[in-house]
């Protein structure tokens, strides 16, 4: 019964990865979500939300207080100006970003730029809206961009590019010459670009994140997607948004009140205060902290096991190359890691249209765990070594 247009996506692979981890009680590093809960006061600021009343549909394109909040923290980090009630939407998560956004921007026949390895709900989404994906590849250890390969990839019909930095499943955090090629390319060719954010506040060492919007004559051809999944450690709770010009965020908006129409007011109130009193310099520096110690306990690990590894400068993942350890390809090695090992990790194989053999020796580790988790891990992966 599922549609053609979705029929080639099949299961995520999060979720596949995810139910062998638990048919096998493996450690589960793959689909990225923290084991450990986030902090105390946002768990009682959405039980006060709760209490207080606030309980029927929201305001479609989100609680006032929170795209203040959003508005406010743009401001403050990045010196991003956006009209809280017309250029910010709050989403079902970042998910539902990427679906809204790509369904309100995109006309049947459009092409949009995706780099592989890719997020794998964006070639979905391109295609849910009828559009056709041009794919530029990134390639391990560095993923450093081409942009020759970007250029060539650019045709008439080109009309979004969907940027993911930092990275996912790379860990790559694009940097500021990328980011000006990119920001050209858009400018020179007139495309507007998706820019996905939601690892903004995860990088290491002196990686910097800088939103491709604040780039000159990007802010008016740029629609970013951020997440308070990642930052605050409440995946589960699905509360995203997006911030753009009024154009770019009414196209989203024309997608978001048929696909999710309003998100939950108590959480989204919660998030506010979230942003509001955690996103200050203390916080966000203990939360790179302890990301910093997570990966580099898991690169030591990995690389004593025998991995080649790929630092990543941003997220909360790694690729690793297995060659060293096992013969086949990554989707087996992945098997074989979680039933034979105990350890669930992702083959990235599945975030690769045109050139999948790019991924095909290696897998991706999520950190985002307590380290006592991460060191039940590596007694495992110590194992491993044929
Ligand atoms: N984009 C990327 C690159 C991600 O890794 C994720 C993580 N799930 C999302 C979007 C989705 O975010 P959310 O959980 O807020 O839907
Ligand atoms: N972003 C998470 C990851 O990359 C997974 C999210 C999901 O399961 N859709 O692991």
């Known amino acids: 019964m599922i549609s053609d247009k979705l029929l080639p996506f099949g299961t995520t692979i999060f979720a596949e990865m995810t139910g062998l981890a638990i048919e096998h009680d493996a450690i589960n590093l793959s689909q990225g979500f923290p084991d450990f809960e986030g902090p105390a006061a946002i768990v009682d600021a959405a039980v006060e939300a709760l209490r207080s009343g606030d309980n029927q549909y929201a305001r479609s394109r989100g609680h006032p207080t929170l795209v203040q909040a959003i508005a406010a923290s743009r401001k403050r980090l990045y010196g991003l100006s956006y009209d809280p009630m017309e ?11 990427i679906a809204s956004s790509l369904l309100g921007l995109l ?41 020759d390969e970007l250029e060539k990839a650019i ?62 004559g990007m802010r008016e051809r740029t629609l970013t997607l951020s997440s308070t999944g990642k930052t605050f450690s409440f995946t589960g709770w699905k509360i995203g948004w997006g911030t753009g010009p009024r154009p770019m965020i009414d ?43 997570r990966r580099d306990f898991l690169l030591t690990v990995l690389d004593s096991a025998g991995f080649q590894v790929a630092v990543p400068r941003g997220t909360y993942f790694v690729l690793a190359d297995f060659t060293a350890l096992f013969d086949g390809d990554d989707r087996e090695f992945a098997r074989w890691l979680t039933t034979e090992h105990g350890v669930a990790a992702i083959p990235p194989s599945a975030f690769y249209q045109v050139r999948p053999e790019e991924g095909r020796r290696l897998v991706r580790f999520a950190f985002c765990k307590r380290m006592e988790t991460l060191r039940r891990a590596a007694e495992r992966l110590g194992r491993i070594a044929p």
Not at 87 to 97: D, H, L, M, N, R
Request: hydrophobic share 45%; proline share 8%.
């Open 155 to 216: 045709t008439p019909k080109t009309r979004l590019i969907v940027l993911n930095s930092p990275h996912n499943p790379s860990g790559k955090v694009f940097t500021r010459e990328e980011l000006t090629g990119i920001a050209s390319c858009a400018i020179e060719n007139d495309l507007i670009v998706l820019a996905d954010e939601v690892y903004e506040h995860l990088t290491f060492d002196d990686a910097e994140h800088l939103p491709i919007a604040s780039l000159p």
């Open 251 to 293: 196209a989203a908006q024309a997608a978001h009140q048929f696909v999710t129409y309003a998100v939950a007011p108590p959480l989204q109130v919660a998030m506010a205060h979230a942003l509001s009193e955690f996103t200050g310099d203390e916080f966000l520096r203990t939360f790179r902290n302890e990301y910093t110690a």
């Open 87 to 97: 250029e910010v939407v709050v989403f079902s998560g970042a998910t539902e970003g």
């Open 107 to 147: 006309n049947p026949g459009d092409e949009v730029i995706l780099f592989e390895p890719f997020y794998d709900s964006y070639p979905a989404c391109v295609a849910l809206a009828g559009a056709v994906p041009r794919y530029v590849t990134l390639r391990f250890p560095d993923f450093a961009l081409d942009l």
